[in-house]
T-cell receptor, first 116, second 111 residues
Framework: DTEVTQTPKHLVMGMTNKKSLKCEQHMGHRAMYWYKQKAKKPPELMFVYSYEKLSINESVPSRFSPECPNSSLLNLHLHALQPEDSALYLCASSQASGVSDDYEQYFGPGTRLTVT | QKEVEQDPGPLSVPEGAIVSLNCTYSNSAFQYFMWYRQYSRKGPELLMYTYSSGNKEDGRFTAQVDKSSKYISLFIRDSQPSDSATYLC???????????FGKGTLLTVNP
């Protein structure tokens, strides 16, 4: 099973709202990722968690706040977003570097976010 | 020079054709190479994963890596309308979480 699940599938929120995106995997992977993808562009890395600790923050604005409650779950808390933040938000998971460099990264189906 | 170059297409072929998709890269530290297929409004699906130079075959798909030329390819044999999607190449160095993607090639296979 190489499944990464994400909820919700679609989300519409106003600029003053607070919402959260959720991601789950049961592959025993210890690295989890958030990506943002705009239309007709490749995914852009936002955050990486390794062994439930934040490993990489690609200079993402603080209105995006990641959380990794346990090794299977990853959340992205959203607050005071702007219309230009509308995009497909993708979660991914993989084995963690250090155990072995040879690992594959699997993506979830994404949450399509619209900020009004 | 961008780290990874991929022709965005679009590429349109008849059903049954052999499709060749390519990426070039400039960073000699890249060791792991991937091809993802992404249908419209869906997440990327891992198709092929290869380490270093060589070929890997999986059904109708063959991935080639030529590290000396910094060139990777994905071949699709007997292409089907269901192969119509955007194909993204991606690569990374060892002990490095960050994937570097090509821009993606939009493929349409016409029945």
């Amino acid at each position: 099973d190489t499944e990464v699940t994400q909820t919700p599938k679609h989300l519409v929120m106003g600029m003053t709202n607070k919402k959260s995106l959720k991601c789950e995997q049961h592959m025993g992977h210890r690295a989890m990722y958030w990506y943002k993808q705009k239309a007709k562009k490749p995914p852009e890395l936002m955050f990486v968690y390794s062994y439930e600790k934040l490993s990489i923050n690609e200079s993402v604005p603080s209105r995006f706040s990641p959380e990794c409650p346990n090794s299977s779950l990853l959340n992205l808390h959203l607050h005071a977003l702007q219309p230009e933040d509308s995009a497909l938000y993708l979660c991914a998971s993989s084995q963690a570097s250090g155990v072995s460099d040879d690992y594959e990264q699997y993506f979830g189906p994404g949450t399509r976010l619209t900020v009004t | 020079q961008k780290e990874v170059e991929q022709d965005p297409g679009p590429l349109s072929v008849p059903e049954g054709a052999i499709v060749s998709l390519n990426c070039t890269y400039s960073n000699s530290a890249f060791q792991y190479f991937m091809w993802y297929r992404q249908y419209s409004r869906k997440g990327p699906e891992l198709l092929m994963y290869t380490y270093s130079s060589g070929n890997k075959e999986d059904g109708r798909f063959t991935a080639q890596v030529d590290k000396s030329s910094k060139y990777i390819s994905l071949f699709i044999r007997d292409s089907q309308p269901s192969d119509s999607a955007t194909y993204l190449c991606a690569m990374r160095g060892g002990s490095n979480y960050k994937l570097t993607f090509g821009k993606g090639t939009l493929l349409t296979v016409n029945p």
